[in-house]
């Protein structure tokens, strides 16, 4: 039996928490096309007959802009340290950029075993993957290079057998039922957070957080009750929407995820509040949920 962590890193939006969900075979993370969407460590407990993999999702690593972002590199190289393995992740056709050789330089300080993960190879040619392969083969020691694609399953299970190789033989850690660190609480605001993500544009999703004040699971329905927290007033009218259809829109598509994850009905109250500045505010990340989760 083979049981270990994997940290898997990158700049924002090269497909990180898709992996994480792939490989769980269930949407836990929540993905959008907008960087900077993970903002907690997330672990999922990966099991098969042979192995326990604990894999960690981690906040896209970028220039931090106010101390959330901060707060969200820190977190992400915090978990380096005592992995088994790293998954060094990028964008197969776009390459290493200036901003993966910043995350890079970390990873030389450390003695663990990184592999350089080639996503989003779905509408690559096998040529073109292979250009890749060979340009960065000796850019970095990297132990294995794996092209694979989160988004349409492709090599994953490839990349599973790999990784298992440099895993320790033990038994497993976590019972078989568990799946992951982060609380239920957690996981149903994030839902709303990412409907805000993907329905509204520019600067709205970077300026929302999401906080599950209720939580109440009843015999055939979980009644759930999540506050959207915006930074300024004036950005109330565009999570609202015209006679509230944005609201509306954002709680109707979380719901379903999570009645698709509970695998219960819900019933789901979602309201905003204004809270100035609270990406700069440390004092509030432990009450919503940022500072939370190992
Ligand atoms: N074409 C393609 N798109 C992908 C693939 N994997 C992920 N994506 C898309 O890339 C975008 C970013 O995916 P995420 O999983 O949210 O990326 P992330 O690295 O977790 O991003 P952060 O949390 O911001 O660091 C989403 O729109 C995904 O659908 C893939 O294999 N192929
Ligand atoms: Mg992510």
Redesign the pocket.
Known sequence: MRTGAVSIV??????????LNRILNVKL??????????RNLINGIYNDEDSQIIFV????INKPLNKLENLMNKKSYSSISDVDVVLF?IDAKTGIGKKDVAVLNKLKELDVPVFLIL?????MSNEDIFKVIVKYKDEFEFKEIIP?????N?NIDELLATIKKYLPEQDRIYSEDELTNVSLKFIMAEFVREKVLKLTRDEIPYTVTCYTENYEENEDIVNISVVIIIERENIKKIIIGKKGAMLKEIGTRAREDMEKFLGKKVYLETYVKTLKNWRDEEKYFTDLGLEESE
């Open positions: 990158g700049i924002p939006n090269v497909g990180k928490s898709t992996l993370a929540i993905t959008s096309n907008k960087a900077g969407t993970t999702d981690t906040p896209g992740m996503n989003k190879i779905d509408n694979i694609s989160a988004k349409n492709k």
